[in-house]
DNA sequence: ATCTTTGTTAACCAAATGGTTAAACCATAG
DNA sequence: CTATGGTTTAACCATTTGGTTAACAAAGAT
């Protein structure tokens, strides 16, 4: 029997609205009862789709893990020189963040909460690998394009420089004293700052 | 009548063991009985000393942000030249959080969960200032010691670089396949690798 | 038309959880 | 020695919460 798109509403209806709850209160700050008032749908429903409270989360985990993945894998597994890399990456992570501003948080919370979690995710999806960037810059090391640098700290500083502000997004407006438009300008400068940062340091 | 030093004892053990639970599950996931279990007392002392979970959340949050502060101050308030400050800082900060790793997670958690928490502590602590730092960036660039570089930018990318890994230690330890001991090593090679990486860029 | 499958709801349930209470405990001031 | 007041405990309570159920609606399939 042809599925109803009856269906396929709600089912999409549920998962949005446990991604805007589970997103803001975490898994155990989330409740049922809000998701389900949320996507204007009974609670039973939510059951009915996804069966537990943990399955439900575990579906809008991934679908936040699959959002990011192909970011990172930009940077990791792409064939241009690390100075394009790092500016390209600069640029799209943070307007790309600007769009989903609770993802990194929500993603480093539960991975947090339940390391082993993570082990499911590199199993399943395509899971970034280091290797082909550690290479890259060995070569252009050797070539003598960039400074000697360890590829591994290097990818760090670039994620560091790139997601923590938007982890700590209420630290930094506290101490800059900036209001939300404020910081979303700090961050639209820093799109440029923070490659050039990186660049200025690595390169010969 | 003096107060007898068992309360002491008592108000300490449900503190720490508040500590251990609250930066371990969030204050979601916390459960009183649990804190209780783990200070070896019974769940009703919970409500003697701290009347409710949040007050008692709330001591050990201003605890934890207590430790963390004069951190922040060293780089802020201290004499030295913006050089020293950055190694120093890099040197001390991982030194410090290899010694209290729930710490950074736990505080970005739930100054999200809560913005309005920071204003509290705001007012409250000796709340540390980026005027002396940007000043100096300033004053050292106009000397010729710094290539032109924004104070805030910087400020932002010395606690990037050194608070992210250990925000998201899962997540690195997942993309590098190591193990506690390797990240440990990991994040002792950053003492001088973050700091040659900041001062690589900025220094003339 | 009616039977069957799928979708939806209101009412319900058991377990967990933060919090309370009343009585016991115990050190010490008098 | 005993009255007092802070400390501690076991039992209890109200509410919340994830999850279930049974009845009902809708819409093909026969």
Redesign the interface.
Known sequence: MAKTNKNQDTEGQILEAAKEVFQK?????ARMQQIADEAGINKAMLHYYYRSKQLLFEAVFRNAFALLAPQLNKILNDDSSIEEKVRNFTNNYITFISKHPYLP?F???E???N?NF?EKI?QNAA????DKFKGQVSAEVEAGIL?PT?G??L???I???N???F??????K???NLDDMGFKQ?ME??KT??SD??I???KK
């Not at 209160?25 to 700050?29: A, I, L, R």
């Not at 899971?127 to 280091?130: A, D, E, G, Q, T």
């Open positions: 209160k975490g898994m155990e700050g948080n993603i480093i919370q991975l947090n909460r390391p993570f590199k899971f970034p690998s280091l400074k360890d591994e700290q990818f760090i500083n994620l560091s420089l997601i923590f502000p982890l700590a997004t209420p630290l930094i506290g101490f800059t700090l400068r820093r700052a923070v940062f990186i200025n340091s690595i």
